[in-house]
Structure formats: structure tokens, C-alpha cells
């Protein structure tokens, strides 16, 4: 295990040493939103019966920081390493494929939870109430950043330079954060965008997340649970064996 540790020790202290771009500023980001959607509609929007747009508003706030920057972890490493050439040195040790998967995917995970207690600790004065069921909480707290860190490291293996990372990130990544129902409910939209937010597995990170608060959800914990659970599985399962393959790190 020392290979690993060692690996996951890097990882952390990688974007623990620019602390205040890689957390405070996401922090921020976060917060601005919450001024601004909350000042523009929280008296005109209630999601869920008895509960105000300004709590509705932030847990999916905290989730969307939680999963951009797990994926931004893992994907922003790699890149690194890859285009300055020093991903020799992380393949020349006898690590093996889980090893290398298991510390970028945890160190990602571990940055996107940092994040998201910022983003609760700076919003908590804005009513949200105590996690009526925290279990759930941090279930997808764990699953949402799990399943975009390991997103981050496929994205880091296929991708050859900091553009093709951006466009991933831009036409892939935000699209499936920002339409996933984190500024509304999917109960207020027409039938055929409900299905479509459907087949987003962010929106189930996010209304997972939201049952843990409030107790209320646009679909069952379960299924959000089993969606998100199943996602993880099948990408973890691909980023396992492009590394076992040396897909665009080997060869």
C-alpha cells in the first residue's frame, strides 16, 4: 500500500497547496449564486411545499461545487503530468492499475467534499435546515464525487491536451451540471424535458442529495441511489481498464 498512499499523499497536497484557487474559490462561486438566484426568485419559486427557494437552493449548489471539482482534480493532474511529461514517473513504479485508479479517484473525492463543506459552512445562514435523514447525505456526497472524479480521470487519459480537457469540461460536464435541476425542480418543466433531465445521472446526485435535507425528492432515494451507484460501477470499471491497457499513457 505504500505506493498508493504515497501517490494519494501527492495528489492531496497537490491542490491543498493552492488551497485558495482549488477551494476558496469555488467556495466563492458557489456563494455568488446563492446571492443571486435567491435575491431574483425567492419570492416568485417554491420547489417543495413548505420549503423557500433559498434552502431549495443550496443543496444542489453544494453537490454541482462537489462533482465540477472532483472532476477537476483528477482530470487536471493527469493532463499535467501527461503534457509535462513527468507521468513517467508514476508509471515506471510497480503500481498497479487500482492503486493508481483508487489515489486520484479518493484525492479527487477528498477535494470535492473539502469544497462542498465550504460551500455549506458559507451558506449556512441562508435557512437550510438540519439533514432530516444525513445518512443520505453523505451517501451521494460520496457517490456524486466519486462518479465525476473517475469521469475526471477518463477524461485526463483520453485527452492529449489542455483543449480537448476544456471542451470535455465545457460540452460534457457543465451541460450535465447546470440542467441537472440544481437552480429548479423538475416537476416544473414540460414532459419532454423531464424525461430528457431523466437521463442526466447528475440530477439524481442532486435530488438524492436534497431528499437528505428535506426529506422530499422529484424520484425515490433508491433509485436515485441505484442510478448513481450503477454509474459509478460502469465508468470505474472503464477507468480500470484504460489504465490497465496504457491507453494514451503507455503507448
Known amino acids: 500500500m505504500q505506493g498508493f498512499l504515497t501517490l494519494f499523499k501527492k495528489e492531496i497536497l497537490r491542490f491543498w497547496k493552492v488551497a485558495f484557487q482549488t477551494v476558496a474559490a469555488p467556495v466563492l462561486t458557489a456563494l455568488l449564486y446563492q446571492l443571486i438566484f435567491s435575491h431574483v426568485l425567492s419570492q416568485h419559486v417554491e420547489a417543495y411545499p413548505g420549503v423557500s427557494y433559498t434552502a431549495f437552493l443550496i443543496p444542489g449548489l453544494v453537490m454541482m461545487s ?3 471539482n ?6 487536471s493532474s493527469l493532463i499535467q503530468s501527461k503534457i509535462t511529461g513527468n507521468i513517467v ?3 515506471l513504479p510497480p503500481l498497479s492499475a487500482l492503486e493508481f485508479f483508487a489515489a486520484y479517484l479518493l484525492a479527487a473525492v477528498v477535494r470535492g467534499l473539502v469544497v462542498g463543506a465550504g460551500v455549506l459552512l458559507v451558506t449556512a445562514g441562508f435557512g437550510l435546515p438540519l439533514p432530516s435523514n444525513p445518512l443520505w447525505v453523505l451517501i451521494f456526497a460520496m457517490l456524486g464525487c466519486g462518479v465525476l472524479g473517475t469521469l475526471g480521470i477518463i477524461a485526463g487519459i483520453w485527452a492529449d ?3 480537448q ?7 460534457i460536464i457543465m ?3 447546470f440542467l441537472s435541476g440544481v437552480f429548479y425542480s423538475i416537476a ?4 419532454l424535458w423531464k424525461a430528457v433531465s431523466h437521463l442526466n445521472p447528475v440530477f439524481y446526485m442532486i435530488d438524492g442529495f436534497r431528499y437528505g435535507f428535506f426529506g422530499q425528492a422529484d424520484v425515490s432515494p433508491w433509485l436515485a441511489a441505484s442510478v448513481v451507484g450503477g454509474s459509478f460501477l460502469l465508468l470505474s470499471a472503464w477507468a480500470l481498464h484504460l489504465l490497465r491497457s496504457g491507453y494514451k499513457l503507455r503507448q
Open 66 to 68: 462537489m462533482a465540477q
Open 70 to 75: 472532483a472532476f477537476a482534480n483528477s482530470s
Open 89 to 91: 514517473f508514476l508509471l
Open 161 to 163: 491536451k489542455f483543449d
Open 165 to 171: 480537457l476544456a471542451a470535455f469540461q465545457n460540452f
Open 175 to 177: 451541460p450535465l451540471t
Open 188 to 191: 416544473s418543466l414540460p414532459p
